[in-house]
């Protein structure tokens, strides 16, 4: 069992920045791949990025330049770092574990957080 929350969302103005928080507790989170996904009103769940143990990352294209996602395993904890920020993120943000990358891919995680919010103004 793998426990998930987030923290970190917020409202800010389009070229602002927030750093999304995921402390994870239970099991073997280090070796899970991690991922944060979101999901904008009236709107498909989208995968934002992921995290494999050994450290790869993956990006949509719609975030690519602007956001970082990282981990850092003493703290059990992902992170992810989105700067220059524009109305278009503005959604729901979820961390999401799993010890299978495809599933996580897939958006069938088997751990999610409940999500936190980001609204960006223009």
């Known amino acids: 069992q793998v426990q998930l929350v987030e923290s970190g969302g917020g409202s800010v103005q389009a070229g602002g920045s927030l750093r999304l928080s995921c402390a994870a507790s239970g099991d073997t989170y280090s070796s899970y791949y991690m991922g944060w996904f979101r999901r904008a009103a009236v709107k498909q769940r989208e995968r934002v990025s992921s995290?494999?143990?050994?450290?790869?990352?993956t990006y949509a294209d719609s975030v690519k330049g602007r956001f970082t996602i990282s981990k850092d395993n003493a703290k059990n904890t992902l992170y992810l770092q989105m700067n220059s920020l524009k109305p278009e993120d503005t959604a729901m943000y979820y961390c999401?574990?799993?010890?299978?990358?495809?599933?996580?891919?897939?958006?069938?995680?088997?751990?999610w957080g409940q999500g936190t919010q980001v609204t960006v103004s223009s």
């Open positions: 999401a574990a799993d010890p299978d990358l495809l599933r996580l891919w897939l958006g069938s995680a088997r751990y």
């Open positions: 995290i494999t143990p050994d450290g790869t990352t």
